[in-house]
């Protein structure tokens, strides 16, 4: 059973790119989340997708978007790359199915993509 | 907003030793609680987690947490370290917005180092 899958595993760009990051989800997961783990930080939620809408965001500004698709796979994508945006990202995903009583859930996180910006 | 905290940036401890990473959460209500454990140029991997009742929990690897609510803290136990524990640990909290959306607060971790 395939876990979370992400690609690429490592890229480099420079200022002013435009990078797609890729993520398909654990099997049987609807949902998908993406964090991005500077260095020597602990991973930041950007934002979480559910039948193809964004569902929450955290505090990135409009430069990352993204998108799912029906078969629950995710794009992270990130315009106009600062320095600062080089950092590891994640995605992580989880089932609407397997939430308890308190609507509490589990992830499961992918390996994550290695960007660096130059 | 939710926040956390992992006071120590670094442990070390002696391999056959007990272990204690601490952790104290910031949130109004009870959050869900979770410790994740990453090894180099890995990903997040769930060693336990907190959602409601027993507040002693166990998870894998021999690995526990306890959560106690006066002191809003969720610290992470094991009894003997072995060298295969060495890496970086986070505790993380989540709020269930009621929309179904959880994004989760991460804290900035412990890096753990296991002596001979």
């Known amino acids: 059973d395939a876990g979370v899958t992400q690609s690429p595993t490592h890229l480099i760009k420079t200022r002013g790119q435009q990078v797609t990051l890729r993520c398909s989800p654990k099997s049987g997961h609807d949902t998908v989340s993406w964090y991005q783990q500077a260095l020597g930080q602990g991973p930041q939620f950007i934002f979480q997708?559910?039948?193809?809408?964004?569902?929450q965001r955290g505090n990135f500004p409009d430069r990352f978007s993204g998108h799912q698709f029906p078969n629950y796979s995710s794009e992270l994508n990130v315009n106009a790359l600062l320095l600062g945006d080089s950092a590891l990202y994640l995605c992580?995903?989880?089932?609407?199915?397997?939430?308890?009583?308190?609507?509490?859930?589990?992830?499961?996180f992918g390996a994550g993509s290695r960007l660096t910006v130059l | 907003a939710q926040s956390v905290t992992q006071p120590d940036i670094h442990i070390t401890v002696s391999e056959g030793a007990s272990l204690e990473l601490r952790c104290n959460y910031s949130y109004g209500a009870t959050p869900y609680l979770f410790w994740y454990v990453q090894s180099p140029g890995q990903g997040l991997q769930l060693l336990l987690k907190y959602f409601s009742g027993d507040t002693l929990v166990q998870g894998i690897k021999g690995f526990e947490a306890e959560f106690k609510r006066s002191q809003s803290s969720f610290n992470l136990r094991k009894p003997s370290v072995h060298w295969s524990d060495a890496a970086e640990y986070f505790c993380a909290v989540g709020v269930y917005s009621g929309g179904g959306a959880d994004g989760l607060t991460f804290g900035k971790g412990t890096h753990l180092i296991i002596q001979p």
């Open positions: 992580a995903s989880s089932s609407t199915g397997d939430r308890d009583a308190s609507g509490a859930n589990v992830l499961t």
């Open positions: 997708y559910y039948e193809e809408e964004e569902r």
